[in-house]
């Protein structure tokens, strides 16, 4: 498969606010803030997100697992408190399929005009094709790793915002048919995001920065600085 990954993995504690009561002296504020539990990423939090992913089966686009999910993703960023939009299509596969994807985006602080965005695909590849045993390579991936890993940080990050919402603005980003192309064509794959990027959901959208998780799911995963980020954003 030939195609680009930028895999970096953000995680960070983020402390909670504390409001001022009336008559309480600076130093007891202080002193309750540094009592009050900071929101912390949860790896076992993360790992129930992918698991619940494989659960629904392989994302297959057209499948009933790939329509369960979107809606499952959905609820889960309104749940965490994301302004939640949809981006719906139909586009044409290598092989002259017709694909009904939808890119789903949950927005934090959306008036807010510098902005972050963190994204992950949450397809899967319909056919096992590379694998090492010739009789599977027609049955679709279970996506664990590449797919549904990095979803799984983001909805653990998208839980800590709405935890202890940091007041920038930060866009989450699921982005559809990823891993539905064919190795003689490059431009067969990512398709989502070409969309995305071509179609921007709302006027005027770019983001300053955006990190793009993928594959993080890995046992003994290493997560090195890559090349091409750091031509563009060292």
């Known amino acids: 498969m030939r195609k680009i990954i930028i895999s970096t993995l953000a995680a960070a504690a983020m402390l909670t606010a504390c409001g001022a009561a009336g008559g309480k002296t600076a130093g007891t504020q202080a002193a309750e803030a540094a009592d009050t539990p900071a929101a912390v990423f949860d790896a076992d939090s993360a790992y ?3 698991e619940r992913q494989v659960k629904f089966g392989p994302r297959v686009i057209g499948s009933e697992a790939h329509r369960n999910t979107a809606a499952w993703l959905e609820a889960e960023l309104r749940r965490h408190g994301a302004e939640v939009t949809l981006q719906r299509t139909r586009l044409k596969g290598f092989d ?3 694909l009904d994807i939808v890119n789903i985006i949950g927005q934090y602080n959306p008036q807010a005009t510098d902005r972050l965005l963190l994204l992950a695909h949450w397809d899967c590849r319909p056919w096992a094709d590379a694998d090492p045993d010739e009789s599977k390579r027609n049955i679709p991936v279970d996506g664990a790793n590449d797919g549904a890993s990095g979803v799984g940080v ?3 990050i998208a839980r800590l915002l709405n935890a202890d919402n940091p007041g920038t603005g930060i866009d989450i980003l699921f982005v559809d048919a990823e891993d539905r192309g064919s190795h003689d ?13 071509s179609h921007p959901f709302r006027e005027g959208y770019a983001p300053a920065r955006a990190i793009l998780l993928d594959m993080v799911g890995g046992r003994g995963a290493r997560f090195y600085l890559e090349g091409f980020s750091m031509q563009g954003a060292p």
């Not at 064509?185 to 070409?194: F, V």
């Open 154 to 156: 983001l909805l653990e």
């Open 48 to 50: 129930s997100y992918v």
């Open 185 to 197: 064509d490059e431009d067969s794959w990512a398709l989502g995001a070409q969309y995305f990027v």
């Open 96 to 98: 002259g399929a017709d």
